[in-house]
């Protein structure tokens, strides 16, 4: 795995709505442990050590390293909707580009959580999963509907509405495992791509 | 996780150049493990108990852990990059396109191999990881390639081949992290789908 460092050092809003700063503290621990060796290999001792802490201290504020993972998966779900869904741009063709480019660029930057996100949804239980599940169809239904309107204002030619949805939040989502600090582009230029590809893909001739 | 009993019951070409015939049972049981719980959660003690044998004789086989997901590791890379290279197709968007299908229907195919291929590349030994790239070298050669041919011919528009090679294979590789045998498309479906997005990516009216 590629350093974990730069990426929760920051102090964004991610993670700054987690309250009180040990609970944040160790969210993020965990969220750095479980990228580096995997949900299973993790076990709350480190990702106190992580923090800084003592085990007993964890279950202060959760009840299991689940607990953690669901946060973490909660929290991450949530910030990239409104990354997806925050863009102001009122035309279709503009607004799904912001979007695109938003959610692109954002799964480069945060792509060790993005990681655990996406590849430990099987470690939720079935009620936290059903949480994490209903944000993911919020995250599909706003892509989907940016298309349809599209579609809809005869800018767009797509076939599959749900084809094309899938395979651009695929592609946005994606970034998180290839993404690293050290390659030849930046978040923002893997964003500027994806959105140029991602029109070609909806029909609209760039 | 998914079922993977579908997928590792098939005795396909992929498993079946692993010899002798308890070796192979081996690597099944495993890359089944490994998608399940995680390479660094699971003992080579379990991958035994998987695969219906004593912990010992794992050893006989394979030195380490770590050899097994090597070896599950390049067979996927190779069996992936003859998947991509073995269309028949000459005409530049053709070729594109059967490549596509038949590159993304294997990642549906086998998604929980390629799971464990694209996510585990951390825990190989920097040797064994040097053979992996290599392989993902060739596999990014060859679809650069056939892009660069269709531009060559004019049929295809590509400002950046680098960038579209890219986001050809992200989406194809991605396909394993969200399919489930249980979905609305097959893996034949999402292949053909799939050719149709990428010839829109790169310029080609379909």
Request: aromatic fraction near 12%.
């Given at each position: 795995m590629t350093t974990t460092s730069g990426e929760f050092a920051l102090l964004d809003?991610?993670?700054?709505?987690?309250?009180?700063?040990?609970a944040r503290r160790m969210l993020i621990a965990a969220a750095a442990a479980f990228s580096v060796r995997g949900y299973h290999a993790t076990t709350t001792r480190d990702i106190a050590a992580q923090a800084g802490m003592s085990p007993a201290a964890v279950y202060?504020?959760?009840?299991?390293?689940?607990?953690?993972?669901?946060?973490?998966?909660?929290?991450?779900h949530a910030t990239s909707l409104s990354v997806l869904t925050g863009v102001s741009e009122v035309d279709p063709?503009?607004?799904l580009a912001a979007a695109v480019r938003?959610?692109?660029?954002?799964?480069a930057e945060?792509?060790?959580?993005?990681?655990?996100?996406?590849?430990?949804?099987?470690?939720?239980?079935?009620?936290h999963l059903a949480e994490v599940v209903e944000l993911r169809r919020r995250i599909e239904a706003a892509v989907r509907d940016m298309i349809t309107?599209?579609?809809?204002?005869?800018?767009?030619?797509?076939?599959?509405?749900?084809?094309?949805?899938?395979?651009?939040?695929?592609?946005?989502?994606?970034?998180?495992?290839?993404?690293?600090?050290s390659g030849r582009r930046t978040p923002t230029e893997i964003g500027d791509l994806?959105?140029?590809l991602v029109l070609r893909m909806v029909g609209t001739p760039t």
């Open positions: 809003e991610t993670w700054s709505s987690v309250t009180p700063p040990a202060i504020h959760y009840r299991s390293k689940e607990e953690l993972l669901f946060q973490i998966s909660r929290i991450g063709v503009e607004r938003a959610f692109a660029s954002w799964h945060y792509h060790t959580t993005a990681r655990v996100v996406q590849y430990e949804l099987s470690a939720l239980t079935p009620e309107e599209g579609v809809r204002a005869g800018v767009f030619d797509v076939p599959d509405v749900r084809g094309a949805t899938l395979a651009v939040l695929s592609l946005c989502i994606d970034v998180a495992r290839w993404y690293q600090p994806y959105a140029d």
